[in-house]
């Protein structure tokens, strides 16, 4: 049986050894707190002032190429071309279609130049076929919201053929498809089963230079 010395001696023993998981615990704690705080700070920090690293690959992001878009004179009868600054994209077919988006998109409100695709029209994909053909494939909404009319037509599928080819080198002619298959035509004026090629006598005459 303990004698109580040795009860004391335990109960002092077992009183330290307490305090001693209490401080363990308690230093466990603060260590954590000050990385977790180190590591909040460091976040915000980066977040605020981006490395050098980071705002070089902002800058790729945003890295732009200058294109010629063509688009419908006031009177409808000839294209005119309009430059302007897209998103430059590694993958032709990608950059092809971000061509394509900004011919839909229109022309500058101040050039007085006419839409050739009915608003918020969309693609479904652009494609490469063989070396020198791209297929630009349209939904159904092309055909149940396009004016129709053959100057309309023509105006749609030469502003589309011409801007391709004109800012793709190796792209020679356009196939156009709606819906993922070759149609007839958008409203019966303009086949569209071939491919179509550059049509330069749709381009507006260049203005005569002014006289000093």
């Given at each position: 049986m303990a004698t109580k010395k040795q009860m004391r001696t335990a109960q002092v023993r077992h009183k330290k050894t307490k305090k001693g998981r209490r401080l363990v615990l308690l230093s466990v704690i603060v260590v954590v707190s000050v990385i977790?705080?180190?590591?909040?700070?460091?976040?915000?920090?980066?977040?605020?002032?981006?490395?050098?690293?980071?705002?070089?690959?902002?800058?790729?992001?945003?890295?732009?190429?200058?294109?010629?878009?063509?688009?419908?004179?006031?009177?409808?009868?000839?294209?005119?071309p309009e430059k302007r600054l897209i998103p430059k994209e590694k993958e032709p077919e990608e950059q092809a279609k971000e061509i394509v988006l900004a011919l839909i998109a229109g022309p500058g409100p101040k050039t007085g130049l006419v839409n050739t695709f009915p608003l918020k029209e969309e693609i479904e994909g652009v494609k490469r076929e063989g070396e020198d053909t791209l297929s630009v494939n349209f939904r159904e909404s092309l055909v149940a919201n396009h004016p129709g009319g053959s100057a309309a037509e023509m105006a749609t599928v030469y502003s589309l053929t011409n801007t391709l080819i004109t800012n793709l080198p190796t792209i020679k002619s356009v196939r156009i498809l709606i819906g993922g298959k070759e149609k007839e035509s958008l409203k019966g004026h303009i086949g569209l089963r071939n491919p179509f090629m550059m049509n330069r006598e749709l381009i507006a005459p260049a203005a005569p230079p002014k006289e000093g």
């Open positions: 977790f705080l180190a590591i909040f700070f460091i976040t915000l920090f980066d977040y605020i002032y981006p490395p050098a690293s980071g705002k070089k690959t902002a800058s790729k992001k945003r890295d732009k190429q200058e294109v010629t878009l063509y688009f419908s004179d006031a009177n409808e009868r000839f294209l005119v």
